[in-house]
């Protein structure tokens, strides 16, 4: 169970490799080209020469033939450790800019992707830590957390929006996942037939100016996942703020821009 890699993923491979050869010739600036490289997951290590490299693992699952390429590329490339992020993702440190193409590459051949792991896109899917084995849980959400995963990084939409978008998961009726503090955040629930679906929340966050989510809908259906986070990121690609970057989550876009009427009314 992983999620499926976009069938774009050698073509922008491909392009990142052209761009890193042209901005290390001179021929592209490096503002430009730090834009493409965070998109990638790729992010300069403060005071250092080196950089991150940091890996998706949608719905917080990565298998031990993957964790054995991880490992080995950081021997390889990076400083012999890995980082697990917050957001279930893994970082490798201490990598030369002129080896993170091999590192893509490599990647790729076991499903796993980077594309995403920064930048203005959106950020790996994840769910609580033990969606799948907790006695509580209503159901097991990782295999959502995933499908969703796959879908939303085909799309390239996904990796052109006014800022970071983050979803999370949660299999117990509590928020178990931060599903109040996450752009959108799905929560299991049973309906009183018996039929799994999920309360849906939008436009939390924390950092700057932080908020809770609102609650967008009190029940969806387990079939309904892709299209309300389609429509959410719709919403957010078409009218998200663009001129400042310190303003330009969906929580704003909610709290501040659109104002909760306004914006359920693009929704819908």
């Known amino acids: 169970m992983h999620y499926i890699l976009p069938l774009t993923l050698n073509q922008n491979i491909n392009q990142f490799e052209n761009d890193l050869a042209n901005f290390l010739s ?58 697990v992020t917050t957001r279930a993702e893994i970082q490798i440190h201490r990598v030369k800019l002129e080896d993170v193409i091999p590192i893509i590459k490599e ?44 879908r939303m990084i085909s799309e390239a939409d996904s990796f052109e929006l006014p800022r970071k978008f983050k979803t999370s998961f949660s299999s117990l009726a509590e928020d178990a996942a931060n599903c109040a503090t996450q752009d959108l955040g799905f929560i299991a629930d049973v309906n009183k037939k018996g039929e799994k679906g ?10 700057f100016r932080p908020k809770l989510a609102i609650l967008l809908h009190d029940f969806i259906p387990e079939d309904k996942v892709y299209h309300v986070a389609r429509s959410i990121k719709n919403v957010f690609h078409a ?27 693009y929704y819908t």
């Open 26 to 83: 001179g021929n592209l600036h490096g503002t430009a080209f730090r834009a493409k490289r965070v998109k990638m997951g790729i992010y300069q290590e403060r005071g250092r020469e080196t950089y991150m490299c940091r890996i998706r693992c949608g719905g917080n699952v990565v298998n031990p033939k993957q964790l054995m390429k991880i490992a080995d590329l950081a021997k390889r490339y990076g400083n012999s450790a890995v980082h």
């Open 107 to 150: 990647l790729a051949t076991v499903g796993l992707s980077m594309k995403g792991g920064g930048g203005h896109t959106i950020r790996n899917i994840c769910s609580n830590h033990d969606s799948g084995i907790n006695p509580n849980e209503l159901f097991d959400v990782q295999p959502f957390a995933i499908a969703l995963t796959s």
């Open 198 to 207: 999920f309360k849906v929340y939008v436009g939390g966050g924390l950092g």
């Open 239 to 265: 009218h998200g703020n663009r001129r400042n970057t310190h303003h330009s989550r969906i929580r704003f876009l909610i709290h501040d821009d659109l104002g909760e009427e306004k914006f359920r009314e």
